[in-house]
C-alpha cells in the first residue's frame, strides 16, 4: 500500500479553520458553543461529508465520522482529537489530530484500502476547560467517568447550564445516551503535537507516547476582609489577595520540591473582588492545576496544598474553602499499539521517541474504554496555548503518514 498526503490540502485546511476564531489572526480562541466553536464545527462536518463520511454527533456534541468498514459489525478503530481553543491559542493543538485524521482517512480511500474494521474520525467536545471549568468534557462522558447527572450540574461564567448551552447549540437527547459500550472500539489513537520542547531539542520527529500523566485540579476561594485602601491600618487588615499570595507560592513550592520534574503545578486563574485600586481585596478565586505522571505523588502535592490553605488560613484570620474539580488517574498506552505505530516508524525509517504525555487529552479517557495511544510530533520552542504555537508541514505529514498506516494496521 502506497500512501500519499496532501501536504497542501492538508495545511489549507489548517489555516482556514484557523481563521474561524473569535480573535484577530494569529490568534486562535474558540470556546465550546460559542459562534466561533458551531462554526468550525459546521465546517468539519462538511469536509467529513465531501469525505464520504457519515457524520452523527451526540448529545454534547462529540462527532464522529464513520468510514464503514467491511464487517460493519466489528468494533471501530477510532482517532481525532478537538477543535476548541483556549483564549489566545494557536492554530494546532487538537486541530493536527482532527485535521490530521481527516487526512489519514482520505489518504487510505485514496489508495484503495478498504478497511474490515470501520474507521471513526472523533471530534471531541470541550476537551478545553475554559467554558465549564472541566477539561475532556465528551471524552469524560463517552467513557462514562463523568456521570450525566454530574455533567448537568456543570455551569459556566455566566450561570448558564451546560444542558442548556448544548440544547441552545443543536444537541438534542439525553446526555445518557453518550456513553459508549465497551467494545464499541478496538483501539483509539490520537495524533498531537508535543506541547513541550523534548523532541525539538532532540531533533527527533516523532515520539511515541507511553502514559499520559494525571491531571487534577481545585478551585479555591478566600474571604477576607475589605475596606478603604487609605483607612484600615496593615496591622488591622485581613487582606485576601495577600493570602492568595502566600498560597500562590506554597503551591509552587510544593510542585518544586515534589523531588520529580515530572510534578507541575500552576495556578491559572486569579480573580480579585472588588478590583479597585483603594480598595483591599476582600475575596479572591484561584484555580489551581497539578500534574505527575506519578498518581501517588500527585496526591501527596494536593495534601500538601490543603495543608498550607489551613496554615494561611489560620495565620491570615481569612477563610480559605477549595473545591475538588477533578482528580483522575493516569493512562497507558496499549503495547499493542506502541508496536503498530513504531513499526510505521521504523519502514519509514523515521526516528521515534518513547514519551510521556504531560498535558491531558481525551485519550486519557478514551483509556477507559480501548486500548490507546498517542502520536507526537515537535512544535516550535515547545510553545503551545499561545498564539506562536507552530508545527512544521513536514511534520504534520509525518505524523499523519504513520496515523494513516496505523490506522490501516489496526483496520484489517
Ligand atoms: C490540555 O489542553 C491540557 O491542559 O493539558
Ligand atoms: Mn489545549
Ligand atoms: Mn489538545
Not at 481553543?85 to 493543538?93: E, S, V
Not at 472523533?122 to 468534557?137: A, H, N
Amino acid at each position: 500500500m502506497s500512501l500519499t498526503i496532501d501536504r497542501d490540502r492538508l495545511m489549507g485546511e489548517i489555516e482556514a479553520l484557523a481563521l474561524i476564531s473569535e480573535a484577530e489572526p494569529p490568534v486562535v480562541t474558540r470556546v465550546v458553543f460559542t459562534p466561533s466553536d458551531l462554526k468550525a464545527r459546521a465546517w468539519m462536518r462538511a469536509r467529513c461529508q465531501e469525505a464520504g463520511l457519515s457524520v452523527r454527533e451526540d448529545a454534547v456534541g462529540n462527532t464522529f465520522g464513520r468510514w464503514n468498514g467491511s464487517d460493519p459489525s466489528a468494533p471501530a478503530v477510532g482517532t481525532g482529537s478537538h477543535i476548541d481553543a483556549i483564549p489566545n491559542a494557536g492554530k494546532y493543538d487538537g486541530v493536527v489530530g482532527v485535521l490530521g485524521g481527516l487526512e489519514a482517512i482520505r489518504a487510505l480511500q485514496q489508495s484503495g484500502f478498504r478497511p474490515r474494521h470501520s474507521i471513526e474520525l472523533l471530534i471531541f467536545t470541550s476537551e478545553e476547560p475554559t467554558r465549564f471549568g472541566i477539561g475532556c468534557l465528551g471524552s469524560r462522558l463517552l467513557s462514562g467517568t463523568l456521570s450525566a447527572a454530574s455533567a448537568r450540574k456543570l455551569s459556566d461564567n455566566d450561570s448558564a447550564t451546560l444542558d442548556e448551552v448544548r440544547r441552545k447549540a443543536g444537541f438534542a437527547g439525553e446526555l445518557e445516551q453518550v456513553k459508549l459500550p465497551q467494545g464499541y472500539y478496538k483501539a483509539f489513537v490520537e495524533l498531537h503535537i508535543e506541547q513541550g520542547p523534548l523532541l525539538e531539542r532532540q531533533r527527533i520527529p516523532l515520539g511515541i507516547v507511553t502514559k499520559i500523566a494525571a491531571p487534577a485540579s481545585l478551585r479555591v476561594s478566600i474571604e477576607g476582609s475589605g475596606g478603604h485602601a487609605g483607612g484600615v491600618l496593615m496591622t488591622d487588615r485581613r487582606d485576601a489577595l495577600c493570602a492568595a499570595a502566600e498560597l500562590v507560592l506554597a503551591i509552587e513550592n510544593a510542585a518544586r520540591t515534589s523531588g520529580a520534574i515530572d510534578t507541575v503545578a500552576t495556578v491559572g486563574i486569579c480573580d480579585v473582588f472588588p478590583g479597585a485600586v483603594n480598595s483591599i481585596p476582600s475575596r479572591v478565586r484561584l484555580t489551581v492545576d497539578i500534574r505527575d505522571t506519578d498518581l501517588q505523588r500527585r496526591d501527596l502535592v494536593m495534601q500538601m496544598i490543603e495543608a498550607a490553605c489551613r496554615s494561611i488560613s489560620a495565620k491570615r484570620e481569612v477563610s480559605v474553602h477549595s473545591e475538588l474539580v477533578n482528580a483522575d488517574a493516569p493512562a497507558d498506552c496499549a503495547p499493542t499499539i506502541i508496536e503498530t505505530l513504531s513499526q510505521s516508524c521504523r519502514k519509514h525509517e523515521l526516528p521515534f521517541v518513547p514519551m510521556v504525555s504531560r498535558a491531558y487529552h481525551d485519550t486519557l479517557f478514551m483509556a477507559r474504554l480501548a486500548p490507546v495511544a498517542m502520536l507526537f510530533i515537535p512544535c516550535r520552542n515547545g510553545y503551545s496555548h499561545r498564539p506562536d504555537e507552530y508545527a512544521s508541514p513536514e511534520d504534520i505529514v509525518r505524523g499523519t503518514l504513520v496515523l494513516a498506516e496505523t490506522l490501516a494496521a489496526l483496520s484489517k
